[in-house]
């Protein structure tokens, strides 16, 4: 290789590093204020005065949504605003709850288009969940077969989290299948701790033995 070949080679690979470089520069801001909302998140779900939720989720999803503004191509924000948004449904109620969730559906669909598997399988544990927890039509879009549908396809992905199993499990339980429920709850209690979750997975391991009591008047 003569010394225009590899000067050329140089420049190229080295602008490759340089582009390389700034994309793990541009990921680590949107890291860190992921990592923020799923703290803050923790604490309104799992550890705030009822009185204060309201204006608390607010705020979250003003937040969320901030970020889906700044990240038009990342999935991650809008998984988030989604969960924050059926999380804000479901500790607040109201008129506006199913806004909330039609909403979060939207959001979720639209990050399934950008990255299907982002944040192991959430995607789909998340509209598993909202399928079998609202209300079927003509009142919202509640549909038990989608709910099983998406829920095995966020097991599918990620076969030992604690919330793929947990939401799995819970919906098996609303469908009185105890215990098959049963099953997925222990697989839920077993799940590695998640890094920097501390506070989520205390609080769901607490719903986990909460729902296994109910599973066990039954069996």
Not at 14 to 42: F, R, Y
Not at 118 to 124: A, H
Not at 174 to 190: G, H, I, N, P
Request: glycine content about 4%; overall charge positive.
């Amino acid at each position: 290789m003569n010394y225009l070949k590899k000067r050329c080679c140089k420049i190229i690979f080295g602008a490759i590093l340089l582009i390389s470089a700034s994309v793990v520069v541009a990921s680590e801001p949107l890291d860190s204020k992921i990592h923020a909302l799923q703290k803050e998140w923790a604490v309104a779900n799992y550890d705030m005065d009822e009185k204060q939720l309201e204006k608390v989720f607010a705020d979250l999803n003003n937040k969320a949504e901030q970020l889906t503004m700044e990240y038009p191509q990342s999935a991650e924000p809008l998984v988030w605003q989604a969960i924050i948004l059926s999380t804000d449904a479901g500790k607040n109620g109201g008129l506006r709850a199913l806004g909330k969730v039609k909403k979060s559906k939207t959001l979720l669909l639209k990050a399934e288009q950008i990255d299907a598997e982002v944040l192991n399988g959430s995607i789909y544990t998340s509209l598993g969940s909202l399928y079998y927890q609202v209300p079927i039509w003509p009142i919202a879009f509640g549909d038990d077969s989608k709910a099983e549908f998406y829920l095995k396809k966020a097991l599918m992905i990620n076969p030992e989290g604690i919330d793929s199993n947990y939401f799995y499990a819970d919906f098996l339980l609303d469908q009185a299948r105890y215990q098959e429920a049963k099953s997925y709850f222990e697989r839920a209690l077993k799940a590695p701790a998640r890094q920097d979750r501390t506070l989520a997975d205390k609080g769901r391991r607490s719903e986990v033995q909460k729902k296994l009591q109910i599973v066990n008047q039954y069996l």
